[in-house]
């Protein structure tokens, strides 16, 4: 049955040869923003993107903040499993290859996939996180991640992620076991044409 509880756009794949992808958009977003750009990144690939479901003044996210940075930990939590949750339904719904099943998340869409690597690793076989930031401060388990690789792309004149936080991330991330590349360039937080390189490259290894 096709889950229903998050709003979502399915697409399925012109080539199983290319990953599966899980599109989590930033604040203000909606299931239709990273389309494109998913596209651009891996045209043959399959695509799962669910809207956020948490309405922060008329603007989609994934979970509650109380200001920017300062996040509804209690909330974190709940929504992440939520959404694992909705992601192995429609993995199960449509068929998807949930051992290549990789998020592509921008921002607060970011922060969700590390939360998901963090908390609920089987979800995940990959992921691609622009623009992140340390959400979960608790590193994740011991193994949990072995085998999952991680691109961090980070921007140096970004005003909204502080400057150690995705070598922090990075670190939480290793801890578990996974394969994380830090990637800093000359971009601030929207995304940027090197953002499309460097995910392309991840996603064609
Ligand atoms: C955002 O604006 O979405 C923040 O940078 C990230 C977040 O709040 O999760």
Redesign the pocket.
Known sequence: MIPSSYIHVYKPSASLAAPPLLLLH??GGNEHDLLAFGNALSPQSAVLSPRGDVNENGQA?F?R?LA??V?DLNDVVKRTHALADFIEAAVQAYALDAKRLTAVGF??GA?MAACLLLLRPEVLAHAVLF?P?V?LKEPAKPASLVGKRVLISSGERDP??PADHPERLAELLRAGGANVDVQVHRAS?GLAEEDLTLGRGFLSV
């Open positions: 930033g604040t996210r979970f903040r920017e940075g996040f921002s607060n922060n623009r930031m959400v909204i992620v937080h």
